[in-house]
């Protein structure tokens, strides 16, 4: 075999290199090309302004110099920077300009753009506006309660709190700094429960818990009569509710700065009214309390309020006395929403349904809990009535929605009503509730139907049904 001299060796080599290189050039500008897109080359501009200028000789216009914007890009891959760069940006050179009538078009569809982008921001400012107009107003108007409460009312409270001026602050809220002390007033302390006396039962609370902590199974004299197994199971619920109570507010669960408080009261009104003891829903009624009160004005306010003949009925599960309440609901309910009530009765949706839930926790449970406290003002001041009155004016609120429902929907609904509900809005619906039948008021309509119940009892026949 002849052999190959270096000189020889070292030109073939450069001939196979320069093959090689050719054979990769055109794979990879095969392979550009399957994505739509080839390398530039040294003549790329060459050719871009070649078929520009085919082009512009084909459509007759005259060929036009490229823009400055043109030369800068005129080496790089176009890609559009906003909606503005689409719009009115030339296009790169490697491709037809725009015809006229089409640059026109676009530089109209940006000028719109640019109006309604304007308009919008107006529009944004001006709600901002307004928002701040109102929010200012209602400081204001807040201030001015408030020194009307500290100044005129609460100085003079046995001779004012009835009269027409103060009736109508009060429904339009009572502002929250002067709050508490209204609701104390309102609802008094028929029980003269002292502060002392919340120190007590506390106190045999927390004995209580350590005994039952400790496995201790002594009873005490108040308690005779209640095993200490139902005791414990009433101390579990309180744990268990506290940590269900507002959970969205983190302040009265394990580590939150409520949690004792909350705890305590519970547990003191065990000790207080051990026939009673702890009732699921209690929790909610307490914890609005202690965002208004102290520790010992809380508990004598929560202790004078589930003394109420209402809050007895329900927390007592005396159910005589509840069907009486829910039969004087329908009452009024009739009298109010006759089409409404006759869409619940046509499928069997009955009071203690929806109503159960409201009364227990004082609609705090049901309502965000800003509207919550709305209602509790009007309550303290009217007593049960108010109650059932907002629960119809829930009701008709919503009229129009749970008159196209059917049982499974609305009862879902009515348990678990909007969150944003507007607080005007439900205020103006409760204000148009007329409180009265047949000449008769809340009262007179409930006591009547305790009568018939009564003698019902008795066994005589029922004077009304």
């Known amino acids: ?9 070292f030109m073939d080599r450069n001939l196979l290199a320069r093959k090689q290189s050719a054979r990769l050039d055109k794979h990879s500008d095969l392979g550009w090309k399957l994505f739509g897109k080839a390398p530039l080359r040294e003549n790329a501009q060459k050719d871009s302004k070649r078929i520009q200028k085919e082009y512009e000789d084909k459509a007759g216009r005259p060929s036009k110099p490229p823009s400055p ?30 015809p006229a009538e089409e640059a026109q078009k676009h530089r109209q569809q940006y000028e719109e753009m640019v109006v309604q982008a304007k308009k919008r921001e ?18 204001e108007s807040i201030g001015n309660a408030v020194l009307t409460w500290n100044n005129e009312i609460l100085p003079n409270w046995e001779t004012m709190w009835c009269s027409r001026k103060v009736r109508d602050l009060w429904w339009q809220g009572i502002p929250p700094s002067v709050r508490g002390k209204v609701w104390s007033l309102a609802i008094g302390n028929e029980l003269n429960i002292t502060h002392e006396l919340f120190d007590i039962c506390l106190a045999r609370a927390k004995e209580r818990w350590r005994s039952l902590s400790t496995g201790g199974s002594e009873v005490e004299n108040e308690d005779a009569g209640f095993s200490a197994a139902d005791r414990e199971a009433s101390l579990e619920l309180i744990k268990l509710d506290i940590s269900r109570t507002f959970p969205n507010l983190c ?12 705890h305590s009261i519970l547990g003191a009104y065990t000790c207080y009214r051990p026939d009673v003891g702890y009732v699921q829903g209690m929790s909610f009624i307490a914890a609005v309390l202690i965002l208004n009160l102290d520790t010992a004005d809380a508990f004598i306010a929560f202790s004078n309020l589930l003394n109420k003949p209402c809050q007895m009925a329900f927390f007592r599960v005396d ?24 869409h619940f009765k046509k499928n069997n949706l009955t009071p203690d349904i929806y109503l159960i839930d409201w009364i227990f926790t004082l609609y705090s449970k049901s309502l965000p809990l800003d509207l919550a406290c709305r209602i509790w003002d009007v309550f303290c001041r009217d007593g049960e009535e108010f ?55 809340w009262a007179q309509v409930l006591t009547a139907l305790q009568k018939d119940s009564r ?11």
Do not use: W
Not at 1 to 9: E, G, H, K, Q, V
Not at 122 to 139: G, I, M, T
């Open 1 to 9: 075999m002849m052999a190959i001299s270096p000189p020889l060796l």
């Open 69 to 98: 914007k043109q030369n800068v890009r005129k080496n790089l891959d176009f890609e559009p920077l906003s909606t503005t760069a689409l719009i009115l940006e030339d296009r790169p050179a490697n491709l037809p300009a725009k």
């Open 122 to 139: 107006l529009k944004e400012a001006q709600r901002r506006k307004k928002q701040l107009e109102e929010r200012c107003r209602v400081e």
């Open 251 to 262: 302040i009265f669960q394990q580590g939150g700065p409520y949690h004792d408080m909350l």
């Open 319 to 342: 159910h005589g006395l509840m069907l009486t309440y829910f039969a004087a609901f329908e009452v009024f309910f009739e009298e109010n929403l006759p089409k409404l009530f006759a």
């Open 387 to 441: 109650l059932f009155r907002t629960a119809l004016g829930i009701l008709k609120l919503f009229e129009d929605i749970l008159t196209k429902m059917d049982f499974i929907h609305m009862a879902q609904f009515l348990t678990r009503l909007p969150e944003d509900l507007p607080a005007e809005e439900l205020f103006a619906s409760i204000a148009t509730i007329q409180m009265q039948s047949r000449n008769k008021k």
């Open 455 to 465: 003698e019902m009892e008795k066994g005589s026949p029922s004077l009304r049904h």
